[in-house]
């Protein structure tokens, strides 16, 4: 019985740690920036400092419909695309797929 319950408090610490690390690298409302597209892929610079997004997901404008989409930017700074990032989807565009369809605000 005993080390059900250290299994028990040890699955609800682990969890606890990854849900407080994803939205720890959740940036919801960068500062203006501008979406930069080259030969490598797609990168945000803030307009201000012009540091570049890196490891985190974040709301960003990708297509100029107004709406912001939930996008990833990788340790290079670049939109990651096609792949699947702490079990969530991105498609082509680099967008996050919620239940097959871009998520926006």
Do not use: Q
Request: aromatic fraction near 8%.
């Amino acid at each position: 019985m005993n080390k059900i319950r250290i299994l028990i408090a040890t699955m609800v610490a682990v969890t606890a740690m990854s849900l407080t690390t994803f939205a720890a690298c959740v940036r919801n409302n960068p500062s203006e920036g501008t979406l930069k597209h080259d030969s490598v892929g797609t990168c945000w610079t803030d307009n201000n400092t012009g540091e570049a997004l890196k490891d985190l997901w974040t709301w960003v404008d990708t297509d100029g419909d107004g709406k912001k989409e939930k996008c990833y930017f990788g340790s290079d700074g670049y939109m990651v695309v096609y792949t699947e990032i702490n079990g969530c989807y991105v498609d082509e565009n680099g967008n996050i797929l919620e239940e097959g369809v871009v998520d926006t605000i």
